[in-house]
């Protein structure tokens, strides 16, 4: 259960992972919409990994840190033009909080001007034991704070109305490589998946959905041709729907072969 809340205190979604699990994967949020993580952290996988004590998860009120009458967390931009800005007082004051008691804290801030996210960045998160996120909000952040971070990480071309939402996505695709998360079967079966190609097509009953049947390989219990049919599937849906993913793929002389052939049909 969350423990917290956000006038001081903050959200603990975990307080029991220390007790299981000396090492447990320890993110910390800062930002100015505590509510937001308050689902996304409170069920499924994220839920089930505090729960297990191999993740922690704790996020910080911005305005905590924020000072004067208003806590102001925003002011107007130098030199004008449209918007709020981020103020760089409250964002360092809270990171400078958060990772006093923090052993090795790998701050990054969300920003759409980050190296994009890419499974191998998640990878290189993941061997991380404590990660720190800043979520900005309004048009942007103070320059300066960037001079407080290691790194930023976008997740995407797109505009967001902050970083939370990046940090839930960064979080979510961590928080899977870490062990003990995703079982073990599942997670070697999205190993397999990691040699980059995009998944085959699954089907689940009734056999025939309005009209369109399941493919009649599945249906055979012949379990080698329905690993042929998968492999190719992929190989296929892969070249047409992601070309850049199938060029940088790791194939087999079987998958050229078979790939070369279904070309000049
Ligand atoms: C953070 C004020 O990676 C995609 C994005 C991250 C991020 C975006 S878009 N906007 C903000 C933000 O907006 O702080």
Known sequence: MEEGNHIGLPLRFNNRSFDL??????????????????????????????????????????????????????DTPYGGGRGMVMKPEPVVAALEGVCQPLSQPWRILLSPQGALLTQAKV????????LVFVCGRYEGVDERIRAFVDE???????????????ALVVIDAVARLVPGVVGRKESTQEESFS????EYPQYTRPEAFRGLRVPEV?????HAEIARWRRKQALLRTRERRPDL????????DDKRWLAQESNE
């Open 218 to 222: 599945l249906l055979s219990g012949n």
């Open 152 to 166: 930023e990480v976008s997740v995407g071309d797109y505009i967001l109305s902050g970083g939370e939402i990046a």
């Open 123 to 130: 990878a290189e998160l993941a061997a991380r034991q404590t």
């Open 195 to 198: 040699d980059g190609l995009l």
């Open 246 to 253: 199938l060029a940088r793929a790791t194939l087999s002389a």
């Open 21 to 74: 699990n000396p090492h447990p994967m320890q993110f910390h949020i800062i930002t100015i919409f505590p509510e937001l993580f308050t689902s996304p952290l409170s069920v499924s996988l994220l839920k089930k990994a505090q729960d297990r004590g191999v993740v922690s998860c704790v996020v910080h009120n911005l305005r905590d840190y924020a000072i004067g009458k208003h806590r102001s967390t925003d």
